[in-house]
């Protein structure tokens, strides 16, 4: 059975930085793709960045590249983002999720974990 469990959330000001990141579990992860998404309130969930198990494909949405950095640790199983920079609209619960890379949907999801940018 696939899990994904998040950690790293928390309340931070603008401008810090927080690194979230998804111990997955329960099969080998070659040839899946795991990815990053967010849910602010009153907004639909929305991809923040992907990254294949290879580490050869990564993708970014518009409003965090440059900002975040998503990468992954085979040898542990994780996947992990990097966030800087921090702005109020990055408050969101976010959310670990994977597939089969090729797949159109993501059929593995975490928990979330809740990440609040405020002064």
């Known amino acids: 059975q696939v899990q994904l469990v998040e950690s790293g959330g928390g309340l931070v000001q603008p401008g810090d930085s927080l690194r979230l990141s998804c111990a997955a579990s329960?099969?080998?992860?070659?040839?899946?793709?795991l990815g990053w998404f967010r849910q602010a309130p009153g907004k639909e969930r929305e991809f923040v960045a992907g990254i294949n198990w290879s580490g050869n494909w990564i993708s970014y949405a518009g409003s965090v590249k440059g900002r975040f950095t998503v990468s992954r640790d085979t040898t542990k199983n994780t996947v992990s983002l990097q966030m800087n920079s921090l702005k109020a609209e990055d408050t969101a619960v976010y959310y670990c999720a994977g597939k089969l890379s090729g797949a159109l949907a993501y059929d593995y999801w975490g928990q979330g974990t809740q990440v609040t940018v405020s002064s």
């Open positions: 329960g099969r080998t992860f070659s040839g899946y793709v």
